[in-house]
């Protein structure tokens, strides 16, 4: 009937969505866990950065330092080279003493001026690559950072669609559950009352039986009392029947009830006369 198809499309419509809803909600934990990942990598990632550019610094401050110190020491000690003049070479004279050696350094001794310069240079340089380091490590950390917040917004966004899907889902589920047990109801009460009807049916089969039975007999009996009450309609008119039924033949159904009939209206006919 109308409510068995009703249920059978219901229950197809239940078992796609309860199919769906689970699928929803595996993708779902799906990216929950892919969040959490994505947070303990960039985690992890932030961690290493952070200690990384605390030894650069760390690093950068120890050669400034230095820098700081040696040019502190060759500012304090003018530790410039600087050789003596030349003198016109040595000519002996005859029977004079040679002149004492000259001295080579005029104050004492500070090192090679270029030598000075290239240290500090060096230290400067050292100092500039470790800031480079640092300003690169920054941006990389910047751009991971913006990566993670992208694709975490992302996620959250997808497994916020996916939750209010799931709730919809869950909705028509009830709804058509719902939808279930009122056909199952209607069924059932158009159910009893069919049974209500197929148990008249089955009681009123006796009597049925009997006038399906009995109803050719009937049919028999009362045409026969029509043409009783037919030719005592003509007797009465004066008509005449000469083919009388015999008085002596076998009674047959109705005979008893038309010979109630014929005495009454003989009765009627000797009534008419004596007045």
């Given amino acids: 009937d109308e409510h068995t198809e009703a249920i059978v499309e219901l229950e197809s419509k239940i078992e796609e969505l309860t199919k769906l809803i689970a699928e929803k909600e595996a993708t779902v934990v799906e990216i929950e866990q892919q969040l959490k990942e994505a947070?303990?990598?960039?985690?992890?990632?932030?961690?290493?950065?952070?200690?990384?550019?605390k030894l650069d610094e760390d690093a950068a401050l120890l050669v400034e330092q230095a820098k700081q110190?040696?040019?502190?020491f060759y500012t304090e000690n003018d530790l410039m080279l600087v050789q003596k003049h030349k003198q016109a070479p040595f000519q002996s004279l005859a029977g004079e003493a040679p002149p004492p050696p000259p001295p080579t350094w005029e104050g004492g001794y500070a090192g090679k001026t270029d030598e000075s310069g290239g240290i500090v240079a060096i230290l400067s340089m050292i100092k500039e690559d470790i800031l480079k380091d640092i300003a690169k490590a920054d941006k990389e950390e910047a751009d991971a950072q913006a990566?993670?917040?992208?694709?975490?917004?992302?996620?959250?966004?997808e497994k916020t669609d996916l939750k209010a899907e799931i709730l919809t889902a869950e909705g028509e589920k009830g709804d058509a559950e719902g939808d279930v047990e009122d056909n199952k109801e209607g069924r059932s009460t158009k159910r009893g009352e069919l049974e209500?009807?197929?148990?008249?049916?089955?009681d009123a089969e006796p009597g049925c039986a009997f006038f399906q039975i009995n109803y050719p007999l009937?049919?028999?009996?009362?045409q026969v009392e029509i043409d009783g009450l037919t030719k005592a309609k003509a007797i009465l008119s004066g008509g005449k029947f000469d083919g009388l039924p015999d008085p002596d033949r076998e009674i047959k159904p109705g005979d008893a009830f038309l010979q109630q009939r014929m005495h009454a209206l003989s009765t009627q006919l000797r009534v008419r006369a004596i007045a």
Wanted: net charge positive.
């Fill in 39 to 53: 947070a303990e990598d960039r985690k992890k990632e932030n961690d290493e950065y952070i200690k990384a550019k």
């Fill in 69 to 72: 110190v040696l040019e502190q």
């Fill in 147 to 157: 990566l993670y917040d992208k694709t975490k917004t992302a996620l959250e966004t």
């Fill in 196 to 202: 209500i009807v197929m148990k008249k049916i089955k």
């Fill in 218 to 222: 009937r049919v028999r009996n009362r």
